[in-house]
């Protein structure tokens, strides 16, 4: 059984700093994209990166480019995100979620295994 687990999330002040963590077990975690999405409140959950089983990032939210990376240790079946430059905006619960595959995308059916989320809060 495929598990996942992020942490890392917060409460920060507007321009701050976060790194989220995601770890997955019950899997080959080489062979697998994986994905952050984000659910602000009152909006549906929307995807914001993903990286693939190689390394390379795919961005689908427009609005953290520049502001947010990724990068994976496949040693340890964990992916990461750094935010920097947090703006209010980007307060929401993030989710971690593992591929079924080792490419990306941003429908979220590609992805069959779900962290609880993490809450990551920026305040003005």
């Known amino acids: 059984q495929v598990q996942v687990v992020e942490s890392g999330g917060g409460l920060v002040q507007t321009g701050g700093s976060l790194r989220l963590s995601c770890t997955a077990s019950?899997?080959?975690?080489?062979?697998?994209?994986m994905g952050w999405f984000r659910q602000a409140p009152g909006k549906e959950r929307e995807a914001v990166l993903c990286i693939r089983s190689s390394g390379a990032t795919i961005y689908y939210a427009e609005s953290v480019k520049g502001r947010v990376t990724t990068f994976r240790d496949n040693a340890e079946n964990t992916v990461y995100v750094q935010m920097d430059g947090l703006k209010p905006e980007d307060t929401a619960v993030y989710y971690c979620?593992?591929?079924?595959?080792?490419?990306?995308?941003?429908?979220?059916?590609?992805?069959?295994?779900w962290g609880q989320g993490t809450q990551v809060t920026v305040s003005s």
């Open positions: 979620a593992a591929a079924k595959v080792w490419y990306c995308s941003g429908s979220q059916e590609l992805y069959d295994a």
């Open positions: 019950g899997l080959t975690f080489g062979d697998h994209a």
